[in-house]
């Protein structure tokens, strides 16, 4: 089982940056898929952004789009998502999760693999 672990959340100002990392343990990441996903609060979880097991696709929300990257080091086992240009609007808890379907997906169902979940707050 893949065991996912978030980090590098945290409280900052409208229009800074934050990196979320995503670890894995038990498995080589490598071999799958990794979304980042996102809950405000009172509001569904919704897609943000998802990589493929090499880093070659990537695959970006409209409303991230330009200023948050998916990114991946197979060599560390992480996925990564810089995060710039923070809005109030993208508060929420950000969670990576890993898909062993092959191909890139925005449905929470593909996604059997889930961490914890790490809260970034932006604030005006």
């Known amino acids: 089982q893949v065991q996912l672990v978030e980090s590098g959340g945290g409280m900052v100002q409208a229009g800074g940056s934050l990196r979320l990392s995503c670890a894995a343990s038990?498995?080589?990441?490598?071999?799958?898929?990794v979304g980042w996903f996102r809950q405000a609060p009172g509001k569904e979880r919704e897609f943000v952004a998802a990589?493929?097991?090499?880093?070659?696709?990537?695959d970006t929300v409209d409303s991230v789009k330009g200023r948050f990257i998916i990114s991946r080091d197979n060599a560390k086992n992480t996925v990564n998502l810089q995060m710039n240009s923070l809005k109030p609007e993208d508060t929420a808890v950000y969670s990576c999760?890993?898909?062993?379907?092959?191909?890139?997906?925005?449905?929470?169902?593909?996604?059997?693999?889930w961490g914890q979940g790490t809260q970034v707050t932006v604030s005006s």
């Open positions: 990589i493929s097991g090499d880093g070659t696709f990537t």
């Open positions: 999760a890993a898909s062993g379907r092959p191909y890139l997906s925005r449905n929470l169902p593909d996604y059997p693999y």
């Open positions: 038990g498995h080589t990441l490598s071999n799958y898929r």
